[in-house]
């Protein structure tokens, strides 16, 4: 069963970068059928999809933080990363991690991982 | 812009009742929608994608219809264990969610 775990700092400072990085286990992340993709919720509000990542590095990028976003992938380490530069307490958020799959009409997000909570503050 | 409505924001319903939540894309989207389950402090759940098509694993009391513009998640029969938000999804845009509690 495949599963994501996200891992990361839970507190940045204002105007840092953050980093986070998604684990998959139990299945590969070079599948050629798949992206992978990284979606946060700020407190008590919606989803909102950040950016996406095949196997080869083909990325995807939501037009709200596009030019503050990075997402790369390792697949020696079965593992892709979120970078997001000066952040702001409005990037308070849980960041989660998910495969995205049937994507060839439109793509939908499955499994998500847990979440991990980001708090920005000094 | 793009943009995906659902109503209502939030619902109280009782075991047993029929839930019925829409959602609304300003275009046509075909039949390119999915539906998740969100409990509280827990990731999204895939129910429902390409509109009606039931996630493997999901309770048959959940089903999805519609194409084009407008698309319905129902419930058949309320469990206790369905109170959660709901969201549609369309690529990368979420509808702002449905909660739903037990009266």
């Known amino acids: 069963q495949l599963q994501l775990q996200e891992s990361g700092p839970g507190l940045v400072k204002p105007s840092e970068t953050l980093s986070l990085t998604c684990t998959v286990s139990g299945g590969s992340i070079s599948s050629t059928s798949h992206y992978w993709a990284w979606i946060r919720q700020p407190p008590g509000k919606g989803l909102d999809w950040i950016a996406s990542?095949?196997?080869?590095?083909?990325?995807y990028y939501g037009g709200t933080l596009r030019s503050r976003v990075t997402i790369s992938v390792d697949t020696s380490k079965n593992q892709f990363s979120l970078r997001l530069n000066s952040v702001t307490v409005a990037d308070t958020a849980v960041y989660y991690c998910?495969?995205?799959?049937?994507?060839?009409?439109?793509?939908?997000?499955?499994?998500w991982g847990q979440g991990t909570l980001v708090t920005v503050s000094s | 812009d793009f943009q995906m409505t659902q109503s209502p924001s939030s619902l109280s319903a009782s075991v047993g009742d029929r839930v019925t939540i829409t959602c609304r894309a300003t275009?046509?989207?075909?039949?390119?929608l999915g539906w998740y389950q969100q409990k509280p402090g827990k990731g999204p759940k895939l129910l429902i994608y390409a509109a009606s098509t039931l996630q493997s694993g999901v309770p048959s009391r959940f089903s999805g219809s519609g194409s084009g513009t407008d698309f319905t998640l129902t419930i058949s029969s309320l469990h206790p264990e369905d109170v959660a938000t709901y969201y549609c999804q369309k690529s990368g845009m979420f509808g702002q969610g449905t909660k739903v509690e037990i009266k």
């Open positions: 998910a495969r995205l799959i049937d994507c060839t009409t439109s793509c939908y997000f499955d499994p």
């Open positions: 990542i095949n196997y080869s590095g083909n990325t």
């Open positions: 275009q046509d989207i075909k039949n390119y």
